[in-house]
């Protein structure tokens, strides 16, 4: 048993089964034994998986011209700011940097970086909401019922606990119609807390989210993720099992993009059709025909470059879905 399932074990028996976004906190977050905390880097060939932010220079390149395309829309503000959240090793900020020297880009880390007060410009993410703490309910025909983390025949176990807070209802009244009985889903309040920070800092441009998700039409009826989709990676194998060795691997959630685009929409964030990271690269690609996307310098090959273009939109394009919403100051 590792060092912080010992820690778990510990918070287990001082105040009984701990909340999901609490386990999860404390697998992915604490700050020494947590999974994003620990010296081993999670991403690429020798971590545990792959997001677009390692197909480089491709993925930057196409980012940035599309950050271009909206500066230029937005009438090209006198200071124009990108805020990446989640930035990770910063692969995406570096490349967009190099290409876009006059933006301000500020990449928001856990421990790091800052949305500023206000600003004019794109909040941009890849995979950070599914990242963030999520809480775990089962649907009862009369009641919710919230799943913690306990133990039993000692083992780290899911345990029920009743009732959920009213947040979480109001969550699930709002954003999960029609479950099924018995349907596990995730209700992930810091991204409706991280709306309200975006909402409130940009006074005007656009919240570029890619990520994987599901709407709510989806899982209606149970007819997709009927015991919820948490999942976590270790060495590019996916489990189911999130509970086991907590910090030594990466555990996330789908996102619900319908709960993003309403309670942005409610806070003066306008979103577009959801479209997937396939018809979102083509949008930007289509202006030149990939010209700038795959001009390779002396070092690089054009290649590589075609089989990461490749990568990008057939073999995680129909994975990830982009979510564009736009505030009009
Ligand atoms: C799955 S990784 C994605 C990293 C990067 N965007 C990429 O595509 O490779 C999620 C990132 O979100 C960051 N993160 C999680 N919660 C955060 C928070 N509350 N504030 C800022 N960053 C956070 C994590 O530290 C991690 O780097």
Not at 158 to 186: H, K, L, M, N
Not at 245 to 269: C, K, W, Y
Not at 271 to 286: A, C, D, E, R, V
């Amino acid at each position: 048993m590792n060092e912080l399932e010992q820690e778990i074990r510990r918070r287990i028996a001082a105040a009984g089964p701990l909340p999901f976004d609490q386990f999860m906190n404390l697998a992915l977050y604490h700050p020494e034994l947590g999974y994003y905390s620990r010296p081993r880097d999670p991403f690429g060939v020798h971590g545990d998986y792959y997001t677009n932010s390692q197909v480089q220079p491709v993925f930057g390149r196409l980012i940035a011209q599309q950050i271009l395309a909206w500066e230029v829309e937005l009438g090209s503000p006198p200071e124009f700011t990108v805020v990446e959240l989640g930035a990770g090793r910063g692969e995406t900020a570096r490349e967009v940097r190099a290409l876009l020297p006059h933006i301000r880009y500020i990449e928001v880390e856990k421990r790091s970086g800052a949305l500023p007060e206000q600003m004019v410009g794109v909040v941009f993410s890849n995979e950070f909401f599914d990242a963030l703490p999520v809480e775990v309910v089962e649907f009862r025909p009369s009641r919710l019922m919230e799943r913690r983390v306990g133990l039993k025949k000692d083992k780290l176990a899911w345990v029920e606990r009743a009732p959920c807070s009213t947040r979480i209802e109001d969550y699930a009244r709002r954003f999960i119609p029609r479950p099924a009985p018995g349907q596990v889903i995730e209700v992930n309040l810091e991204a409706l807390d991280w709306l309200e920070r975006i909402a409130r800092s940009l006074v005007r441009g656009l919240v570029l989210t890619i990520d994987y998700g599901y709407t709510a039409g989806e899982i209606a009826g149970g007819r997709r993720f009927s015991d919820g989709s948490l999942m976590s990676y270790s060495r590019h194998t996916a489990s189911e099992d999130v509970l086991r060795d907590p910090g030594e691997r990466d555990i996330t959630a789908h996102v619900n993009f319908t709960a993003l685009a309403e309670h942005g929409a409610s806070l003066g964030l306008e979103p577009s059709p959801l479209q997937t990271q396939t018809q979102f690269l083509l949008s930007i690609g289509q202006a030149d025909n990939f010209a700038s996307a795959m001009t390779a310098s002396l070092e690089q090959d054009t290649f590589r470059h075609r089989q990461l273009l490749k990568t990008l939109l057939f073999d995680m394009g129909e994975t990830y879905q982009v979510l564009i919403q736009k505030k009009n100051g």
